[in-house]
């Protein structure tokens, strides 16, 4: 009975993965601005995969390893970003794309990456919500408009069966559970995993790394959303005002009559 | 040619920051020599709008989006602007407009520049300071698209009151299905306590309250000030409180009016996160904390003593100042 055969023929093809990873300074560093104050500066700083990114490639590994996906990781950044790039690769990503340009502004990297997800026909594509240099947080939803892709931002939540997606979203007060479909792109965040299940690279991860596929691919036509002019650090901080624990009247009175904010 | 501003609103009621992000869009209308249209999605006083300065109001009323959908009101905001020829969004910086924010960027091909600071610097070309490196720095960034999505971070700006008499015209968007991929099925919300995103007070606990069932007192410490909580990195990472109350470089931003900090050291990723608060008090009982050198008041000694006898002293300032 052809056509009721034809009912249980379930889709087999594996999930294609994409990992958008940020190059970012780690988040203990210093920040500084060089060249008269136009660009941040590097120097002494190390580059690691940005936080929010960090949660998403440790859950791509999970559907690697649960469900047979396959997992590429793609940067928009220079050649100094390649070390960060092999890190993903030795956490467990079995190919990298790195589009040779300084990700200036989101529109321009968002673009970018649109190009690759196009070409590639990700089912999925894990990008993190915000990075913690620029914080733009725009990303993943300028990716989702340009290729109609559904989204979910603030992920923190994501089961895959077929093509049917149930994910978590964060939301002011508690969170939300959404139904939609591949192809995804979602914006994740840390609560994605938990902090204790990271993946970080161990030596033979990091051995095979060095044999993995980083392709570089040469910039598509794109528009600059915006550019940063000018940089600058917050104002020093005056001195703190210190209270008396035994005088915890005064403190109230500061922070209602000087400070207005009880 | 009016700027547009996208003016929030919760169960029919408008959140604080539609009356910031009106504010801000009523400076920019005026330096641009416009006016000031507003656009909301199932509110249920269109007109208070007017008193901070919008001229016109865009009041949608769709009974296909009883709750937030980021596609779908994109799009609805296209077609507002669309309609009114508009070059600028101002957007506030809540979770659900961020969602939609980049969305609306890659639609339009716009230029959008969140965390907006402060007034303009330049309007033609339009430049507008933002904060950068999780508050460890300031941009000065100029728009290079002809339609510009502005993002003004939350409490940065203020309310400010500008009374004009509005115009409330119905707008029916168009909304395709293609908009609805994303179906929400069920909220899971803490309802009737504030959030860290909306308190203008924050009272937020670290390490040195020791353990997850000292958490008490700072429960009752919010209760009396109508605040909410919030914890350090290491006490979500610990599993004392859940992931959702932790704020900081890699957590939540807090911008709340106040910012109370117990038994926190003040490492610089927590301080990033929480920067953006006006005012900031710390009690710890290491007098060398870190967190003292960015605190406006503090108060060095043993929370155990200290938060009670505060909460006690509050009761007290509240029932003499109802």
Sequence with gaps: ?262 | MSVLVYTESENGKFKKNAFEVASYGYLLAQELNTELTAICINAENPKELENFGVGKVLNVKEAKLPSFNAMAYANVISQALEQENSSQIVLSSSTDTKYMAGILSGKLDAGYCPNVVAAPININPLTLKRAVFSNKGFANTEIKTPIALIGVSSNAFGVIENKVDAEVLDFVPNIEDSDLGVASMAIDKVTGKATIADADIVVSGGRGLKGPENWGMIEELADVLGAATACSKPVSDLGWRPHSEHVGQTGKPVASNLYIAIGISGAIQHLAGVNSSKVKLVINTDPEAPFFKAADYGVVGDAFEVVPELIEKLKEFKAQNA
């Design chain 1, 1 to 262: 009975m052809a056509i009721l055969a034809h009912k249980f023929v379930k889709k087999q093809s594996r999930m294609k993965i994409l990992v958008c990873i940020s190059n970012v300074p780690d988040t203990t560093s210093k920040i500084n601005f060089a060249e008269g104050d136009t660009k941040f500066d590097s120097n002494g700083v190390q580059f690691v995969i940005n936080p929010n990114d960090e949660f998403g490639l440790t859950r791509a590994m999970w559907f690697k390893e649960k469900q047979a996906a396959t997992v590429h990781v793609a940067t928009v950044g220079l050649a100094s970003s390649e070390s960060t790039i092999r890190k993903a690769l030795a956490i467990g990503a079995d190919e990298a794309i790195r589009v040779d340009m300084e990700p200036t502004n989101g529109l321009a990297v968002a673009t970018q990456l649109a190009k690759i997800i196009k070409d590639g026909a990700y089912d999925l594509v894990i990008a993190g919500r915000e990075s913690i240099d620029y914080n733009g947080g725009m990303v993943p939803g300028i990716i989702a408009a340009q290729l109609n892709y559904n989204f979910v931002n603030t992920c923190i939540g994501l089961e895959i069966e077929g093509e049917k997606v149930t994910a978590t979203r964060e939301i002011d007060g508690g969170k939300e559970t959404l139904s939609t479909e591949l192809p995804l792109i979602i914006g994740g965040q840390k609560g994605l995993v938990e902090e204790s299940d990271l993946r970080i690279p161990n030596m033979r991860g990091i051995m095979m790394a060095r044999q993995k596929k980083l392709n570089v691919v040469p910039v598509q036509e794109m528009t600059n959303g915006s550019e940063d002019l000018k940089f600058e650090k917050p104002a020093p901080k005056g001195a703190v005002k210190l209270v008396d624990a035994n005088n915890l009247s005064e403190l109230i009175d500061l922070l209602h009559n000087e400070a207005k904010a009880i």
